[in-house]
């Protein structure tokens, strides 16, 4: 896997051949999906197929969002799973607190996590949720229940709970959040948009529900070639004169910005 995967791929776990699509589309990281987009009455096949997936190693790192611990599936999922030599990682579906984050981790030993935050509760939560666990990898917004439980109707209303969760994670040491879902799989312009406010935000990398959406959110966080140039430019002058210093074009750099250089560049390594 790539040091900075950009695409997570989900697929619905009843849906085998949907899942082996997934694994072939090119995603960095496929998501195999127990929780809604399987319906209750097929649960237990989901359950079933996707740890027969996961008993030989997929080609592409596989993590498998649960159902939540509170509903009658869940518990029965992270038993089922956990164990699967297959399996890289599982996404916790509605966290609210830490002490469900370390529930699992007891039950999942030696298994990475990663929570979603999917109500206002859990986004006032966000910073202890995301310092709950050392195997806890990362933390992510579930947009669709969080606009839900806020009465958001308009998306500009997500930001700050974006920047909140942004912040929590690089605050516990966690990697910047991927961002949630585009849901309208045929609104490339609207994704691309979307991804490019995103970015700014400071997001790193997107769910998608369609292999369509794949190339779309790559390009959206891949590194231009304006930013290419301009992070050799300022680790080559970090090369020659250590300490904060000022640039030709009068831009300022120090530490943090040869770091964030650094980060562009691996990142350019990709196309």
């Known amino acids: 896997m790539t040091a900075f995967p950009l695409t997570w791929l989900y697929a619905p776990g009843d849906r085998p051949h949907v899942v082996a699509k997934a694994l072939a589309s090119g995603a960095d990281?496929?998501?195999?999906?127990?929780?809604?987009?399987?319906?209750?009455?097929?649960?237990?096949?989901?359950?079933?197929?996707?740890?027969?997936?996961?008993?030989?190693?997929?080609?592409?790192?596989?993590?498998?969002?649960?159902?939540?611990?509170?509903?009658?599936?869940?518990?029965?999922?992270?038993?089922?799973?956990?164990?699967?030599?297959?399996?890289?990682?599982?996404?916790?579906?509605?966290?609210?607190?830490?002490?469900?984050?370390?529930?699992?981790?007891?039950?999942?030993?030696?298994?990475?996590?990663?929570?979603?935050?999917?109500?206002?509760?859990?986004?006032?939560?966000?910073?202890?949720?995301?310092?709950?666990?050392?195997?806890?990898?990362?933390?992510?917004l579930g947009e669709t229940d969080l606009r839900a439980d806020l009465g958001v109707r308009d998306d500009t209303g997500l930001d700050w709970p974006r920047s909140r969760v942004i912040v929590a994670a690089r605050a516990a040491g966690l990697p910047p959040p991927v961002q949630s879902v585009h849901p309208d799989t045929r609104d490339l312009e609207g994704l691309a948009a979307s991804c490019a406010h995103g970015r700014a935000l400071g997001f790193l990398g997107r769910a998608a529900i369609h292999p369509r959406q794949l190339p779309v959110i790559e390009r959206a966080y891949l590194p231009t070639g304006a930013d290419i140039e301009q992070a050799e430019t300022v680790l080559k002058a970090a090369a020659t004169q250590r300490g904060a210093q000022a640039l030709p074009n009068g831009r300022f750099i120090d530490a943090a910005v040869v770091t964030a250089a650094q980060r562009t560049l691996a990142l350019a390594r990709r196309r």
Do not use: F
Request: hydrophobic share 50%; aromatic share 4%.
């Open 29 to 140: 990281i496929v998501v195999v999906d127990l929780e809604d987009a399987v319906a209750p009455d097929r649960k237990a096949y989901a359950r079933a197929a996707t740890a027969e997936l996961l008993t030989d190693l997929p080609p592409v790192p596989v993590h498998v969002r649960v159902n939540a611990l509170d509903s009658p599936w869940g518990e029965q999922d992270i038993a089922a799973l956990a164990p699967a030599p297959g399996l890289r990682a599982l996404r916790l579906a509605k966290i609210s607190s830490p002490a469900e984050v370390t529930h699992v981790a007891r039950r999942a030993a030696r298994t990475d996590l990663y929570a979603l935050l999917e109500t206002a509760l859990a986004v006032e939560q966000a910073y202890a949720i995301a310092g709950a666990h050392p195997r806890l990898r990362g933390i992510a």
